[in-house]
């Protein structure tokens, strides 16, 4: 996901290089010919092709600094944050109310995943995480899950389907949250520090392998 981090940071340039390139294709097709409408059945489906796809990415450079800005920002925030101590987080433990902070899991490798119970693929990887719990614990680690919701609506979910894991909401999720994008998984070490993070659903086997490296 570093990669994913860097290639945010450079989205924008990575486009404008993808369209100069396409329009350059259109040009070589046409050039000599008027409006550069080249001849040929196959070099005109060629120009046809490289047209729709420079309009496709002025799309998406569109949506990327506009309805998903916060989404390419999040991603370069949190890619600028590993390596580096994770963040405090002060969240309400749904089981009891209590009040709960990220730090008062320090020497643990804990597992941090921002679910929502409206997400689908949030809650098909529920069983794995709890799963994971159960295996690792005796090995230091912790998996929070972390939603915005409601204790109501989360506590609606766990009558039908009870976890084993650390399950806590906060208002705001802070530094963690990237928008409305569920589920993200973060894997901070013993030491506090952010190692990974994670866009979208996965798998037990995935899970595994994110945290065995740390425990």
């Known amino acids: 996901m570093q990669i994913l981090g ?32 080249p001849s040929g059945r196959g070099r005109k489906a060629a120009s046809v092709f490289l047209l729709v796809f420079v309009l496709a990415l002025g799309g998406f450079l569109f ?14 925030h949190m890619a600028q944050g590993i390596g580096t101590a994770a963040p405090d987080l002060a969240f309400q433990r749904v089981a009891n109310d209590s009040q709960g902070r990220l730090h008062e899991y320090r020497d643990k490798v804990v597992l941090v995943n921002l679910w929502a119970t409206w997400c689908p ?6 069983p794995d995480l709890d799963r994971l719990q159960a295996a690792y614990a005796d ?9 915005d919701e409601s204790s109501e609506q989360i506590r609606t979910y766990l009558e039908k389907n009870p976890m084993r894991t650390v399950m806590g909401r906060a208002d705001s999720l802070g530094w963690y949250e990237i928008g409305g994008a569920r589920p ?14 994670f866009l979208g659903g996965r798998e037990y086997g995935d899970f595994e392998e994110m945290v065995t490296r740390y425990l």
């Open 121 to 126: 693929p949030c809650r098909k990887e529920m």
């Open 139 to 147: 090995r230091g680690l912790v998996v929070l899950n972390l939603s």
């Open 184 to 197: 993200i998984t973060l894997v901070i070490d013993r030491q506090g520090v952010v190692r990974e993070y």
């Open 63 to 76: 949506l990327a600094n506009g309805p998903l800005a916060h989404l390419v920002t999040g991603v370069q």
């Open 6 to 37: 860097i290639i945010a940071g450079w989205l924008n340039w990575i486009v404008i290089g993808l369209i100069a390139l396409a329009l350059f294709g259109v040009w070589r097709l046409g050039r000599g010919r008027r409006l550069l409408v």
